[in-house]
């Protein structure tokens, strides 16, 4: 039975399985993609989100908790400068864990990618940024089907001009001409 287990221990003693984790974390810090098993991906999302909220307050005190989770200062430099001021904006979910579908030969384990989601270009929609959103009452609505019904009658008027014949518009264009000379 499986009550109250929140942990996948992986297999691995509580020292190992930290050692392993700390290890993962810089490397994906560092590289911003890492390919593993879904099981270590999944255990690695755990470990690593938290860190990356820490990152986002830069103070010697949230500082110094990383240090202690990632015994790495190339990793800790890196997630409180380039990764902290990428993710800024976003309020969580800072990875994305893709399966690759295939298996390793060893021990048939299911693999995948895990990486930040902010550092892939691929998925970025340029030219497309976040609207504010904003509420609206039935006074907008009103002054949208009003301003619908001016273009709709300019576009009518348009049409009856164009219906006239060509001796009637050449005649209220000299009219027209005239008017502007005097």
């Not at 911003?32 to 270590?40: E, F, G, N, P």
Request: hydrophobic share 35%; net charge positive; aromatic share 4%.
């Amino acid at each position: 039975m499986r009550h109250g287990k929140k942990v996948n221990h992986l297999g691995r003693t509580a020292s190992h399985r930290s050692a392993l984790l700390s290890n993962m974390a810089s490397s994906l810090i560092l590289s911003k993609r890492i390919t593993t098993t879904v099981a270590k991906a999944k255990a690695l999302r755990k470990y690593v989100e938290p860190l990356i909220t820490k990152a986002k307050s830069d103070t010697m005190h949230s500082r110094r908790t990383v240090f202690a989770y990632l015994q790495n200062k190339e990793s800790v430099k890196e997630l409180f400068g380039t990764v902290a001021s990428r993710t800024a904006e976003r309020p969580g979910g800072y990875t994305r864990i893709i399966k690759m579908g295939d298996v390793r030969l060893g021990d048939n384990a299911e693999m995948c990618l895990i990486e930040l989601v902010d550092f892939n270009d691929i998925y970025k929609k340029e030219g497309t940024a976040k609207k504010a959103k904003t509420r609206r009452g039935r006074t907008a609505k009103a002054k949208k089907a009003d301003e619908g019904a001016e273009v709709v009658a300019e576009a009518a008027t348009e049409e009856k001009a164009e219906k006239k014949p060509a001796k009637k518009r050449a005649k209220k264009a000299d009219a027209d001409n005239e008017a502007n000379e005097a």
